[in-house]
């Protein structure tokens, strides 16, 4: 583990166009459970029924009851972690570049990070079905469920449900991120998820070094990924970037 974290922090201390990808287990630190795996969110219920598009068509009261209501609530609080501020601490020192995140919880930025590209969308901000107007989450009033706007129509977040498209612009953006980077970090994701789960191998395609940090394997593990750093991202991530910073001095 101290020689895998010495020589992460050595490659990082060399790039100079670093690029990450990440998922929930960033966040699991900062009180956000993950998706998959114990205590995660599709351990409990069933994506298809609560978080695919056609279900929140179908019956919008139900998805908010289960889903969205207990999210927002989450994520009104939830601060960014060691790991979120290690990542802001590498583009402050000119080596990270871009943050590709599947993560809609807006901690990236509130750690500092500057250029973070919302894969999966964002729930700072919800949009009204009807007349598309689009107001920050935390004045959403939930008195009532399904929230509504003036107009009538039902408030819905800016992610992406299962069954929509990947914004097209923060798909051709981490495109040319993965295809430009020297060095790609992989954080707390399963990488299960297309087309999210595609860019390591993009940025490897290209040339880049793949360092992944995850408390278990994934389907990228010892086949696109160069090396992975067990443990709590937060925890490594910070020891990472401390010794980043000796080695640049
Ligand atoms: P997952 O929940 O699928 O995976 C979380 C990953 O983080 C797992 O590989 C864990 O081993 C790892 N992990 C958990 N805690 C960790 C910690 N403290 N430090 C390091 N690693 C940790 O989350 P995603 O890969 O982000 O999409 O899921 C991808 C997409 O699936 C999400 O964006 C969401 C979901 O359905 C949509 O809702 C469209």
Same mark, same amino acid.
């Given at each position: 583990?101290?020689?895998?974290?010495?020589?992460?922090?050595?490659?990082?201390?060399?790039?100079?166009?670093?690029?990450?990808?990440?998922?929930?287990?960033?966040?699991?630190?900062?009180?956000?459970?993950?998706?998959?795996?114990?205590?995660?969110?599709?351990?409990?219920?069933?994506?298809?029924?609560?978080?695919?598009?056609?279900?929140?068509?179908?019956?919008?009261?139900?998805?908010?009851?289960?889903?969205?209501?207990?999210?927002?609530?989450?994520?009104?609080?939830?601060?960014?972690?060691?790991?979120?501020?290690?990542?802001?601490?590498?583009?402050?020192?000119?080596?990270?570049?871009?943050?590709?995140?599947?993560?809609?919880?807006?901690?990236?930025?509130?750690? @500092?990070?500057?250029?973070?590209?919302?894969?999966?969308?964002?729930?700072?901000?919800?949009?009204?079905?009807?007349?598309?107007?689009?107001?920050?989450?935390?004045?959403?009033?939930?008195?009532?469920?399904?929230?509504?706007?003036?107009?009538? @129509?039902?408030?819905?977040?800016?992610?992406?449900?299962?069954?929509?498209?990947?914004?097209?612009?923060?798909?051709?953006?981490?495109?040319?991120?993965?295809?430009?980077?020297?060095?790609?970090? /992989?954080?707390?994701?399963?990488?299960?998820?297309?087309?999210?789960?595609?860019?390591?191998?993009?940025?490897?395609?290209?040339?880049?070094?793949?360092?992944?940090?995850?408390?278990?394997?994934?389907?990228?593990? @010892?086949? /696109?990924?160069?090396?992975?750093?067990?443990?709590?991202?937060?925890?490594?991530?910070?020891?990472?970037?401390?010794?980043?910073?000796?080695?640049?001095?």
């Amino acid at each position: 583990m101290e020689e895998l974290i010495e020589k992460a922090a050595e490659e990082l201390a060399r790039a100079t166009n670093v690029a990450a990808l990440t998922g929930a287990g960033i966040s699991v630190e900062s009180g956000i459970p993950p998706f998959r795996g114990p205590g995660g969110l599709w351990e409990k219920i069933d994506p298809m029924e609560y978080a695919h598009i056609d279900a929140f068509l179908k019956d919008p009261v139900k998805v908010w009851n289960v889903l969205l209501k207990d999210m927002k609530a989450l994520l009104d609080t939830a601060r960014p972690n060691p790991a979120h501020l290690g990542l802001a601490h590498l583009e402050a020192m000119g080596i990270l570049k871009t943050v590709i995140t599947q993560n809609v919880d807006g901690l990236h930025q509130l750690a @500092g990070n500057t250029d973070v590209i919302e894969f999966h969308g964002t729930f700072a901000v919800h949009r009204c079905m009807d007349c598309n107007r689009r107001r920050e989450t935390c004045d959403i009033d939930l008195d009532r469920i399904p929230p509504r706007c003036e107009c009538g @129509g039902i408030w819905r977040p800016e992610c992406v449900f299962f069954g929509e498209m990947i914004p097209s612009r923060a798909l051709w953006r981490s495109q040319q991120a993965a295809e430009s980077c020297d060095v790609m970090l /992989v954080i707390g994701t399963s990488a299960t998820v297309q087309p999210a789960a595609t860019m390591p191998a993009i940025a490897k395609q290209a040339g880049a070094r793949i360092i992944e940090f995850n408390e278990e394997e994934t389907p990228l593990t @010892g086949w /696109v990924s160069n090396y992975r750093i067990p443990g709590k991202a937060g925890n490594v991530l910070d020891r990472v970037v401390k010794r980043v910073e000796a080695l640049r001095g």
